[in-house]
Each structure stands twice: as structure tokens, then as C-alpha cells.
């Protein structure tokens, strides 16, 4: 089935590591987003990227890094630098100018 | 910076009635317009969008943009308790590469 896959669906980063998030859309979409979602609140762009080897900073870049060296994949890692990483990270993607559809969603926590 | 203004609720109404859920935009160049229904603890799900051009009437739901006021509406006539969830308007304002601005959701309320 053709659909956006992420995980894991549950993870837990320890002080001063650095985890990846894992994005992969089989639905030969060119662009794809990385968005972050705090209780009670609306979505936050991280990062988005239009096309393969390319990607912009979105409103709250700081502390995370992307690579999109594949059509489908768009890995994102929270790096260290992030202090409040606990949140809902959700990856989407689209075709032209269709709409954005999300995948199922990493839950990010701290131990 | 692109505003997406909406009223966090909570929205309360009866099965069978009339919800109405309202979104301001900050950005008059702003082209299409989506809304999301997003199930607590689950990822939001894509329900309506439209263009600057018109509404759209899709089963019991209904977008209305108000292009002069920066404000599009969502409707959702004979409202079930499964509607019962949160949510999020989206804008694409013009020359952003595709990107959305989100507001921070309504939470709805269907009771029996």
C-alpha cells in the first residue's frame, strides 16, 4: 500500500544523545516536512525539503538536522543541542499542489 | 511572520446540530486553505481544502472562505459524536514553496 511510514512510534532519548527519526514515503511525492507538536498546540515546521538534496530551515530548525538523499526518505535527528525535545513529530509529504498528508507520528520523551 | 488565528474552544454541541469552526489568516495573498481533523493521539487527518476561488460542500462538511475578511469557516451540518476531536486550519500563503502556517486547533465536542 502506498502511504508514509515513520518510526519508530515510541522514543526515548537519554541526556547528551542523539537520536533519528525515520520518514519514508512510497507515493513518489517530491516534497516532504517535518513538523513538531506540543500538547494544546498547532504544528511547528522544523525542516521541509522540495527536492532531493535540497532542504530549508523552517521555524524551529534549531537543535535538528535533516538529509534527503532519496526521493522517499527524510530522516530528521534531534541532536543533543535540543533541550526540550519531549513532543509529537509528525512527517509529511505531497505531490504538486495537493495537500500535505501526514504520517502516523514519532512520540519523542526523555529519560 | 503568517498568522493563523483560531479559537481554541473547547466547542460544545449537540448530536444532530450545526458546528461551526472559524480561522483568521494574516496574509491577504494567502491561495489555499485546508483543514484537519486530528483524533487525540493520532496524526492529523486531511477532511476539506479549498482555493481563493470558492467553497466546497463535501457530505456533511462545508469551507467557506471569506477572502475580504482573511477568515475561512468550516461546517459540519448533523454532527456525530465521532466528529468529536480537534481541529487545525492550514494556510498556504503565496510565494512560500509549499509550505503550510497552522493554527493551534479547536477542540470539538459531540454529545449524544
Known amino acids: 500500500d502506498g502511504g508514509i511510514t515513520q518510526s519508530p512510534k515510541y522514543l526515548f532519548r537519554k541526556e547528551g544523545q542523539n537520536v533519528t527519526l525515520s520518514c519514508e514515503q512510497n507515493?513518489?511525492?517530491?516534497?516532504m516536512y517535518w513538523y513538531r507538536q506540543d500538547p494544546g498546540q498547532g504544528l511547528r515546521l522544523i525542516y521541509y525539503?522540495?527536492?532531493?538534496?535540497?532542504?530549508q530551515k523552517g521555524d524551529i530548525a534549531e537543535g535538528y538536522s535533516v538529509s534527503r538523499e532519496k526521493k522517499e526518505s527524510f530522516p530528521l535527528t534531534v541532536t543533543s543541542a535540543q533541550k526540550n525535545p519531549t513532543a509529537f513529530y509528525l512527517c509529511?509529504?505531497?505531490?504538486?499542489?495537493?495537500?500535505?498528508?501526514f504520517g502516523d507520528g514519532t512520540r519523542l520523551s526523555i529519560l | 511572520q503568517k498568522e493563523v488565528e483560531q479559537n481554541s474552544g473547547p466547542l460544545s454541541v449537540p448530536e444532530g446540530a450545526i458546528a461551526s469552526l472559524n480561522c483568521t489568516y494574516s496574509?491577504?495573498?494567502?491561495?489555499?486553505f485546508f483543514w484537519y481533523r486530528q483524533y487525540s493521539g493520532k496524526s492529523p487527518e486531511l477532511i476539506m481544502f479549498?482555493?481563493?476561488?470558492g467553497d466546497k460542500e463535501d457530505g456533511r462538511f462545508t469551507a467557506q472562505l471569506n477572502k475580504a475578511s482573511q477568515y475561512v469557516s468550516l461546517l459540519i451540518r448533523d454532527s456525530q459524536p465521532s466528529d468529536s476531536a480537534t481541529y487545525l486550519c492550514?494556510?498556504?500563503?503565496?510565494?512560500?514553496?509549499?509550505?503550510?502556517?497552522f493554527g493551534r486547533g479547536t477542540q470539538l465536542t459531540v454529545w449524544p
Open positions: 509529511a509529504s505531497k505531490d504538486g499542489d495537493q495537500p500535505q498528508h
Open positions: 507515493l513518489n511525492h517530491d516534497a
Open positions: 525539503s522540495q527536492i532531493v538534496n535540497d532542504f
Open positions: 496574509d491577504r495573498g494567502s491561495q489555499s
Open positions: 479549498i482555493y481563493s476561488n
Open positions: 492550514a494556510v498556504k500563503p503565496q510565494g512560500t514553496l509549499g509550505r503550510l502556517y
